[in-house]
């Protein structure tokens, strides 16, 4: 448990670094406009760079904590593909993404939400799309943000707990631990959808990891549903039953 709180100070740091290299990227006239206070928006340099650093920091530090200490990532964190996972990956992410599909709307229904955007945690993706940088931040979520947080939440946090409350509490307490991040400050009722949904997802791929006791399947099917959420946010496809016949006529 005390690696998952060493974590934090790791990861922020470089995130700060590779933050302050967007920065530089990004140009004087950026920094000018911002500190004058034309403008109060990120340059997309600094977003993309940051969060690449932050998904960097997040999946290297289990792989540190398991040479340091441990018997190898394999061994500690379950990090292991098979040819199966191929097939199995793709398809935990459609039913992944019906499911939390179904569970998001239940949700906005029980609590009224008006404005589904304030459950929308991909709008940095629609404002970067006349950018070049939008093209990292594709990356970062499609294929960063599925490889980190699989390691870092059901390889580093769930065997964590589960060394000392046993497997299901592992799964429960890294899906709380995987949903929490994903605030984004959108008014309870907005956070509240969008808690529904992602804890769905961490809970089905935590159970996946601990069944099947390796994390490749896992991986496949969080970049499936994240790369759908894509799609969406650059209007690329409009409802759910696009995207499934769209990732079916990709298999």
């Known amino acids: 448990m005390g690696d998952i709180l060493l974590s934090i100070p790791f990861i922020i740091v470089v995130s700060i670094v590779a933050g302050i290299i967007g920065l530089v990227i990004a140009g004087l006239d950026e920094l000018e406009a911002i500190a004058d206070g034309t403008s109060d928006e990120l340059p997309m340099a600094v977003l993309g760079l940051a969060l690449i650093g932050q998904q960097a920091a997040q999946g290297v530090w289990p792989l540190i904590v398991s040479k340091w200490k441990g018997f190898g990532s394999v061994i500690d964190w379950r990090l292991r593909f098979t040819l199966a996972d191929l097939w199995i990956g793709p398809v935990t992410g459609l039913g992944m993404l019906f499911v939390a599909g179904l569970a998001g709307f239940a949700a906005t229904e029980l609590i009224n939400l008006e404005d589904e955007s304030a459950a929308n945690n991909t709008t940095f993706l629609t404002d970067a799309k006349d950018s070049p940088w939008v093209f990292v931040l594709i990356f970062a979520v499609v294929v960063g943000a599925p490889v980190a947080e699989e390691i870092f939440f059901r390889g580093l946090c769930l065997r964590a707990i589960e060394k000392r409350f046993g497997l299901v509490v592992g799964v429960i307490g890294s899906t709380i631990m995987f949903t929490l991040p994903h605030f984004i400050g959108g ?62 006529q990709m298999l």
């Open 187 to 248: 008014g309870w009722k907005g956070t509240f959808v969008l808690f529904v949904v992602i804890g769905i997802v961490g809970a089905v791929l935590g159970a996946l990891v601990a069944k099947l006791d390796r994390m490749g399947p896992a991986i496949i099917a969080h970049m499936v549903f994240n790369a759908v959420g894509v799609l969406g946010a650059l209007g690329i496809i409009q409802d759910p039953e696009q995207a499934i016949g769209m990732l079916f």
